[in-house]
């Protein structure tokens, strides 16, 4: 037997095996795990194998977020100046008036998405006049979710909105009285408004994406992040958007394995885009870095329910049935899995209707198949989820936009969105994630607190203990429970003889510190098929130096990416009661800009 490439040992090493959970040592040679056990395994060494002691640390398996968009996120990442996790709006509004004084033209300022006015202590917005004074020449684009978005007057110019343009189907420019953009964009209900002007800006050089895919996989790497399913996104197009995913693949120079699916980007040319595609490649058409998944998260667009809880839910067009079960046909004619956004459960019901009645003329028959997101899903329709093998990825979007969510539905409605206790009692597959990175962060650790405390990011409980999970149980859902949504359970997702070696060596003990504190853990080591591609402290001399950043303006290169600041340092807001008022107001648009709670002044 061949002496081992790699022993980690002297630590708490949580397996997820059912017959061994918890070990002190694994060895690791091509790629895989050999060997679990105790300090026995180092007899096992050779004078070419490389001896890391964790120190006690808890490590677990490499975490796998079943819904994120990766690819697009990491063409963007070095262009964007991230508020994930910044606890005050004046911590925010100084990262802007900075980044604005180093960013030349024609770039612009974007702060896009991961973040919520209920993280700041001053449980508010930003002003557009505050945004206006902080960057005055600087094109400013702000996402808020999926729900608005807040441009400064530079970049109103920039994007070439006046009183005369006109607004587009499903949004608004929000206008004064003489007709003139304030500056304020809003999805009613539909996003298209917003990722149309976001597309306007300048892009960076193909050499700057391939540096910023690089960074934003490290930084995903710094929280123990080995593996991510790709859901495609909005001006994603394949395969021209897929060249530098690709070129990094080639070079093996990928440090977290990517599952992709491919997501249509032309409404009403829905059945060509994916006639097209069937001929040009096939699900698991690549390998164990990088491969082919299926087809989603957008099918068609007349089925795209935005979650804008800020809106009223929006009721798909009846044209949708008809365009939806062409895609479907042709996707199961083909065997090519597919996954489909549905976030409302009316929308699910007419979804499933679709299914079943292409099931009875082309059998699913094990076809690999999802829903993502399903916050309001009942009984009834998990029912026939589990009756057509189909699985459910969920996301920590509530804990973004929680307080919306009960503010429009009610306490009762979300105490159960979505029902994930009653996904796993029925069987129902089920994967985590986070769906950064516009809407929600991509921390995964914020996804599992949500999953095991229940609570939002900006304090207020969601639900009940009977819709929580045990820490091993969303950390489950992070690891083996995401590894089916890209067929490849067995392969990755716990830490046992066979299985891809893929791990992280945690900051803090996740299974052992305070719910709060699960927030704050990042990763000290993180191993990728047994390479290391992440370490910090004690452990960052064993990994490859850090990349300088391009182009050197980049936020990046400042700040970096999720707010570094230790849970401790800032109080979490828990609503206002004490001071004899409700914690959530509706915020429409006239107030959402206004000064908000005053709370934080005492």
Same mark, same amino acid.
């Given at each position: 037997?061949?002496?081992?490439?790699?022993?980690?040992?002297?630590g708490?090493?949580?397996?997820?095996?059912a017959?061994?959970?918890?070990?002190?040592?694994?060895?690791?040679?091509?790629?895989?795990?050999?060997?679990?056990?105790g300090?026995e395994?180092?007899?096992?060494?050779?004078?070419?194998?490389?001896r890391?002691?964790?120190k006690?640390?808890?490590?677990?398996?490499?975490?796998?977020?079943?819904?994120?968009?990766?690819?697009?996120?990491g063409?963007? %990442?070095?262009? !964007? +100046?991230?508020?994930? /996790?910044?606890? $005050?709006?004046a =911590? #925010?509004?100084?990262?802007?008036?900075?980044q604005?004084?180093?960013?030349?033209?024609?770039?612009?300022?974007?702060v896009?998405?991961?973040?919520?006015?209920?993280?700041?202590?001053?449980?508010?917005?930003?002003?557009?006049?505050?945004?206006?004074?902080?960057?005055?020449?600087?094109?400013?684009?702000?996402?808020?979710?999926y729900?608005?978005?807040?441009?400064?007057?530079?970049?109103?110019?920039?994007?070439?909105?006046?009183r005369?343009?006109?607004?587009?189907?499903?949004g608004?420019?929000?206008?004064?009285?003489?007709?003139?953009?304030?500056?304020?964009?809003?999805?009613?209900?539909?996003?298209?408004?917003?990722?149309?002007?976001?597309?306007?800006?300048?892009?960076?050089?193909?050499?700057?994406?391939?540096?910023?895919?690089?960074? %934003?996989?490290? !930084? +995903?790497?710094?929280? /123990?992040?080995? $593996?991510?399913? =790709? #859901?495609?996104?909005?001006?994603?197009?394949?395969p021209?958007?897929?060249?530098?995913?690709?070129?990094?693949?080639?070079?093996?120079?990928?440090?977290?394995?990517?599952?992709?699916?491919?997501?249509?980007?032309?409404?009403?040319?829905?059945?060509a885009?994916?006639?097209?595609?069937?001929?040009?490649?096939?699900?698991?058409?690549?390998?164990?870095?990088?491969?082919?998944?299926?087809?989603?998260?957008?099918?068609?667009?007349?089925?795209?329910?935005?979650?804008?809880?800020?809106?009223?839910?929006?009721?798909?067009?009846?044209v949708m049935?008809?365009?939806?079960?062409?895609?479907?046909?042709?996707?199961?004619?083909?065997?090519?899995?597919?996954?489909l956004?549905?976030?409302?459960?009316?929308?699910?019901?007419?979804?499933?209707?679709? %299914?079943?009645?292409?099931?009875?003329d082309?059998?699913?028959?094990?076809?690999?198949?999802?829903?993502?997101?399903?916050?309001?899903?009942?009984?009834?329709?998990?029912?026939?989820?589990?009756?057509?093998?189909?699985?459910?990825?969920?996301?920590?979007?509530?804990?973004?936009?929680?307080?919306?969510?009960?503010?429009?539905y009610?306490?009762?409605?979300?105490?159960?969105?979505p029902?994930?206790?009653?996904?796993?009692?029925?069987?129902?597959?089920?994967?985590?994630?986070?769906?950064?990175?516009?809407?929600?962060?991509?921390?995964?650790?914020?996804?599992?607190?949500?999953?095991?405390?229940?609570?939002?990011?900006?304090?207020?409980?969601?639900?009940?203990?009977?819709?929580?999970?045990?820490?091993?149980?969303?950390?489950?859902?992070?690891?083996?429970?995401?590894?089916?949504?890209?067929?490849?359970?067995?392969?990755?997702?716990?830490?046992?003889?066979?299985e891809?070696?893929d791990?992280?060596?945690l900051?803090?003990?996740?299974f052992?510190?305070?719910?709060?504190?699960?927030?704050?853990?990042?990763?000290?080591?993180?191993?990728?098929?047994?390479?290391?591609?992440?370490?910090?402290?004690?452990?960052?001399?064993?990994?490859p130096?850090?990349?300088?950043?391009?182009?050197?303006?980049?936020?990046?290169?400042?700040?970096?990416?999720?707010?570094?600041?230790?849970?401790?340092?800032?109080?979490?807001?828990?609503?206002?009661?004490?001071h004899?008022?409700?914690?959530?107001?509706?915020?429409d648009?006239a107030?959402?800009?206004?000064?908000?709670?005053?709370?934080?002044?005492f």
């Open positions: 037997m061949n002496a081992p490439e790699l022993i980690v040992h002297n708490k090493i949580t397996t997820l095996d017959a061994r959970p918890e070990v002190s040592a694994l060895a690791m040679a091509g790629g895989r795990i050999t060997a679990t056990g300090e395994l180092l007899a096992s060494a050779d004078g070419k194998t490389k890391i002691d964790l006690g640390r808890r490590t677990i398996p490499g975490l796998n977020d079943s819904h994120i968009h990766v690819i697009r996120g063409l963007n %990442f070095n262009m !964007e +100046l991230r508020w994930d /996790g910044v606890p $005050s709006l =911590d #925010a509004l100084a990262m802007l008036r900075a604005a004084r180093r960013t030349p033209p024609p770039q612009w300022v974007r896009i998405g991961g973040w919520t006015e209920f993280q700041f202590q001053e449980r508010r917005m930003p002003t557009l006049a505050e945004v206006n004074a902080v960057s005055p020449e600087t094109p400013v684009f702000i996402l808020h979710l729900d608005r978005a807040i441009v400064n007057g530079a970049a109103l110019r920039a994007l070439g909105y006046t005369d343009t006109p607004d587009p189907p499903g608004e420019i929000q206008r004064d009285r003489p007709g003139n953009p304030t500056g304020l964009l809003i999805a009613k209900p539909n996003a298209m408004l917003l990722y149309a002007s976001l597309a306007k800006g300048p892009r960076l050089s193909y050499a700057d994406q391939v540096n910023s895919t690089r960074h %934003f996989m490290r !930084e +995903l790497n710094r929280l /123990g992040l080995t $593996s991510a399913i =790709d #859901a495609g996104g909005g001006f994603q197009n394949y021209d958007d897929y060249r530098v995913i690709e070129e990094l693949a080639g070079k093996g120079e990928l440090t977290l394995r990517i599952a992709y699916n491919l997501f249509t980007q032309h409404p009403k040319g829905e059945l885009d994916f006639s097209k595609w069937v001929t040009q490649t096939s699900p698991g058409k690549g390998d164990d870095f990088y491969r082919m998944n299926g087809a989603g998260e957008m099918l068609v667009f007349s089925a795209a329910d935005f979650e804008d809880f800020l809106e009223p839910r929006p009721d798909l067009p009846p049935a008809e365009e939806l079960a062409q895609v479907v046909r042709l996707l199961a004619e083909n065997r090519w899995p597919f996954r956004h549905a976030t409302y459960d009316e929308s699910i019901s007419r979804f499933l209707d679709v %299914f079943e009645r292409v099931d009875r082309v059998p699913f028959n094990g076809l690999r198949w999802f829903f993502d997101h399903a916050e309001t899903i009942t009984p009834k329709n998990l029912e026939r989820v589990r009756a057509l093998g189909g699985g459910i990825a969920i996301q920590d979007r509530m804990a973004f936009q929680g307080e919306y969510f009960r503010e429009r009610g306490q009762a409605a979300t105490a159960h969105t029902p994930v206790r009653r996904m796993l009692e029925m069987g129902i597959p089920v994967g985590a994630g986070t769906d950064a990175t516009r809407v929600a962060s991509y921390n995964p650790w914020i996804s599992l607190y949500w999953l095991v405390s229940g609570w939002t990011v900006g304090g207020m409980q969601l639900y009940p203990e009977g819709n929580r999970l045990s820490r091993e149980e969303a950390l489950r859902l992070y690891t083996a429970g995401s590894s089916w949504f890209s067929g490849e359970e067995g392969k990755k997702g716990t830490l046992v003889p066979g891809l070696a791990l992280a060596v900051s803090a003990d996740y052992t510190v305070p719910e709060e504190e699960i927030r704050g853990i990042e990763a000290l080591l993180t191993i990728v098929g047994g390479k290391i591609v992440y370490g910090a402290g004690e452990f960052g001399p064993l990994a130096p850090p990349l300088p950043v391009s182009p050197d303006w980049s936020p990046v290169g400042v700040y970096g990416g999720y707010h570094r600041a230790t849970v401790g340092a800032t109080a979490i807001h828990r609503g206002c009661a004490c004899g008022h409700r914690q959530v107001r509706r915020p648009p107030r959402l800009w206004g000064p908000g709670c005053d709370c934080f002044a």
